[in-house]
């Protein structure tokens, strides 16, 4: 069973910096995709970054320049640095990870870690 546990969450100021961290359980190698979604009070959950099946990142328009994406294949995890944040950033942050067994997908999904950009 793949656990993915996320950190680094908290209460920043407009303008501020956090970094999320997402550990997951063995190694990372397994996972052909895995990044972060968020989810905001009444909106959809949106995808912010990743790392792509291709090997590539990806971001949302509204986080690039000012979030990055990272990983540590040592250490399993994933992180994402934001800087500049914005109080529309102010979500649930939930890590993402993707797997193919057999032919098929499974995507695994971790808790979330709550951010709140408010002054």
């Known amino acids: 069973q793949v656990q993915l546990v996320e950190s680094g969450g908290g209460l920043v100021q407009p303008g501020g910096s956090l970094r999320l961290s997402c550990a997951a359980s063995?190694?990372?190698?397994?996972?052909?995709?895995m990044g972060w979604y968020r989810q905001a009070p009444g909106k959809q959950r949106e995808l912010v970054a990743a790392?792509?099946?291709?090997?590539?990142?990806k971001y949302a328009d509204s986080v690039k320049g000012r979030f990055a994406i990272s990983r540590d294949n040592g250490k399993n995890t994933v992180a994402l640095q934001m800087n500049s944040l914005k109080p529309e950033d102010t979500a649930i942050y939930l890590c993402?990870?993707?797997?193919?067994?057999?032919?098929?997908?499974?995507?695994?999904w971790g808790q979330g870690t709550q951010v709140t950009v408010s002054s």
């Open positions: 993402t990870a993707e797997e193919v067994l057999s032919g098929l997908p499974r995507v695994y």
């Open positions: 790392f792509t099946s291709g090997g590539s990142t």
């Open positions: 063995g190694s990372i190698f397994r996972f052909n995709a």
